[in-house]
C-alpha cells in the first residue's frame, strides 16, 4: 500500500500525486515509470515519474483523467492509498554532458520535462523548453518549467496567453538561431511526428518518448510494439525513448486509430459501472 501525501489539481483535466514509495525513489531515474493498481479492483497503467525526491521517500506522477483507470484513480484523495505501485521501470535518459539541449513538449507531454531537465542540468548541460497547449486554461506547470529555463517558450494554439503559435514554429526559429546538440520531444504522436520532420532537415539529433502509446507497461500486451530502425521494439522494455528519425511515426499513427476506438468504449463501460456502484472496472 502506498499513501497519497499530496495531490494538487493542475486543470480540469490533469492531476499531480505524491506517495511515499522509499524504495521506488532511492532507485527512480530520469525516463522512467512506474505501473499503477489503484485498487484491487483496478485495472494496470503505466505512468512516468515527473519527480523522485529520495531523502524524503517519496515520488510524484502526473496523470490525465482520460480512461477509466485514471478516472478511477482520480476519486482518491490524500490520505488515501493506492494498493499497489511497481517500478522504476523502462530505460533512463541518457544524459550526456555539456550539451545545449532543447525539450519541446506538448499538453501532458510536460510532465516528464522536470525529472528530465534536471538531471541534464546536473550534468553542466543548457536547457531551453518550448511547451505548447491548446488554451491558457490547459496550460500546467508553467513555474516547475521556468526553474529550468527562465525564458520557456509557453504557445497556445488559440493564442489565449498572449502566445499563439505551434512549437514547431517556435522549435524552428529557435533551432535557426542557436546552436543546438540534442532536441528532445515529448507529447502527443503528430506533434513528435512533426519536430522529427523539422529537426531531421537541420541535422539535429532527435529523442522521442514514446509512453503515450504504452499499455500494459512490460511487453507482454504487445500495444506499445513500434518499428524503430527497421526493428521491432517496445516502447515500455526498450524504451520509452528512441531515436525520433528512427521511429516509423505512420505505423504508429495507425494502430493509435484503433486503441482510440477501444478508448471510447471503455469510458462509456465506466460511465455504467459507475452508476450501478460497480467497482470492479475489468469485468
Known amino acids: 500500500m502506498f499513501e497519497i501525501l499530496k495531490k494538487d489539481v493542475l486543470n480540469k483535466d490533469v492531476c499531480k500525486m505524491t506517495v511515499f514509495a522509499p524504495l521506488i525513489s532511492k532507485s527512480a531515474?530520469?525516463?522512467?515509470?512506474?505501473?499503477?493498481?489503484?485498487?484491487?479492483?483496478?485495472?494496470?497503467?503505466?505512468?512516468?515519474?515527473?519527480?523522485?525526491?529520495?531523502?524524503?521517500?517519496?515520488?510524484?506522477?502526473?496523470?490525465?483523467?482520460?480512461?477509466?483507470?485514471?478516472?478511477?484513480?482520480?476519486?482518491?484523495?490524500?490520505?488515501?492509498?493506492?494498493?499497489?505501485?511497481?517500478?522504476?521501470?523502462?530505460v533512463p535518459s541518457q544524459i550526456n554532458k555539456n550539451e545545449n539541449i532543447v525539450i519541446v513538449c506538448g499538453g501532458v507531454g510536460s510532465a516528464i520535462v522536470y525529472f528530465q531537465a534536471k538531471e541534464y542540468l546536473k550534468n553542466n548541460c543548457t536547457v531551453s523548453i518550448i511547451a505548447g497547449f491548446r488554451n491558457k486554461d490547459l496550460i500546467i506547470l508553467e513555474k516547475e518549467m521556468r526553474e529550468i529555463d527562465e525564458n520557456l517558450c509557453i504557445v497556445t494554439d488559440d493564442g489565449s496567453n498572449g502566445n499563439k503559435g505551434l512549437v514547431t514554429d517556435a522549435l524552428t526559429e529557435y533551432l535557426h538561431n542557436n546552436n543546438v546538440h540534442l532536441v528532445i520531444a515529448v507529447g502527443p504522436i503528430p506533434m513528435m511526428k512533426a519536430v522529427c520532420e523539422i529537426t531531421k532537415k537541420f541535422g539535429k539529433k532527435t529523442i522521442v518518448s514514446m509512453n503515450p502509446i504504452m499499455i500494459d507497461g512490460t511487453g507482454m500486451c504487445g500495444g506499445c510494439r513500434l518499428t524503430v530502425g527497421g526493428e521491432e521494439k517496445f516502447a515500455c522494455i526498450d524504451g520509452p525513448e528512441f531515436d525520433g528519425h528512427a521511429v516509423d511515426f505512420d505505423e504508429v499513427s495507425k494502430r493509435n486509430a484503433m486503441y482510440r476506438l477501444e478508448e471510447k468504449k471503455s469510458m462509456d463501460k465506466l460511465c455504467n459501472l459507475l452508476k450501478r456502484g460497480e467497482k470492479d472496472i475489468r469485468k
Open 29 to 90: 531515474k530520469a525516463g522512467q515509470f512506474i505501473i499503477i493498481m489503484s485498487d484491487e479492483y483496478a485495472e494496470r497503467i503505466p505512468l512516468t515519474i515527473f519527480d523522485a525526491d529520495k531523502l524524503n521517500g517519496c515520488i510524484s506522477f502526473i496523470y490525465q483523467k482520460i480512461g477509466a483507470s485514471t478516472i478511477k484513480l482520480d476519486l482518491k484523495n490524500e490520505g488515501d492509498f493506492i494498493k499497489n505501485i511497481v517500478g522504476p521501470l523502462g
